[in-house]
């Protein structure tokens, strides 16, 4: 069957308001993946946008540590195939620092834990991988503590890693292709939940999300930086965000900067 999933625009270069709207539209189109055939197109465009030759999507149970414990789906974009099968027979999930790393802790530099590698095993697995040309990359991970759920996007290369507006972008989409992910593996739903800003920190979201810096927000709203960057933290954190741009992302797509202006 013909997939429908819309693909009007690019990715956006920045975070721009306009970059926040198209970056929403990504996310839009993330919420109508219902089958792997979707999710790998999807997977696949979203490659075509970014400056990797390979890439490889894990969704897995983590343990109490917040580690891979048991990989529940792949789905392979564009590592080789041989790789992969290789990989999975020779349990390699076992000795992979990057995936025993912790997760949910912000974008994974593969050359940051290679070179810790101690174990035989680990410097086999490092060495092999070498050998295909892809010894060097970054990981992305998207963590519900509630499912003990991970979701991890591994591509190789080190360009991404150097532009801080796009891993902020990966992020925030991996949160919601990991929702896809469970989705494309048959897996239950997290319940719902609900987190709701204040007045205060509606008005902040507001100006947050057109751009504004604390200095810029305590200014307008005639209170202190500090004030706007306590407010700012329980936004990120009610949010479930990773991050400030993050939260917006969120924000944005939960409508509240149109609840902010009819209150």
């Avoid at 490889?56 to 891979?68: K, S």
């Avoid at 070179?115 to 092999?128: N, T, V």
């Avoid at 902020?168 to 292709?177: A, G, R």
């Avoid at 987190?195 to 005639?222: C, V, Y």
Wanted: charged share 15%; hydrophobic share 40%.
């Amino acid at each position: 069957m013909h997939s429908k999933l819309p693909f009007a625009q690019p990715l956006p270069i920045n975070l721009t308001p306009s970059g926040q709207k198209t970056l929403l539209d990504w996310i839009h189109t993330v919420g109508q993946i219902e089958t792997e055939s979707e999710f790998k197109l999807y997977l696949d465009h979203l490659q075509s946008q970014l400056p990797t030759k390979h890439m490889v999507v894990t969704l897995g149970r983590v343990n109490q540590h917040q580690q891979l414990q048991r990989v529940e789906k792949v789905v392979n974009v564009s590592f080789p195939q041989e790789w992969v099968e290789h990989y999975m027979s020779h349990n390699y999930i076992s000795c992979d620092p990057v995936l025993r790393s912790v997760m949910g802790q912000g974008p994974i530099h593969w050359a940051d834990k290679f070179s810790r590698a101690k174990g035989q095993q680990e410097k086999q697995f490092i060495q092999e991988l070498s050998s295909i040309g892809m010894g060097n990359g970054i990981s992305f991970s998207a963590l519900s503590e509630r499912q003990n759920l991970v979701c991890v996007m591994s591509v190789s290369g080190t360009e991404i890693g150097k532009d801080s507006q796009l891993t902020d972008m990966l992020s925030s989409l991996l949160l919601h292709l990991r929702q896809a992910a469970g989705r494309v593996a048959n897996l239950p739903p997290a319940a719902p939940s609900t987190m709701p800003l204040s007045q205060r920190e509606f008005d902040i979201f507001h100006w947050m999300s057109h751009g504004k810096t604390n200095w810029e927000i305590a200014t307008i709203l005639g209170i202190s930086e500090r004030t706007v960057k306590f407010h700012v933290a329980n936004i990120i954190r009610k949010l479930n965000a990773n991050n400030r741009t993050h939260a917006i992302v969120i924000g944005l797509q939960l409508g509240l900067t149109t609840v902010a202006g009819t209150m």
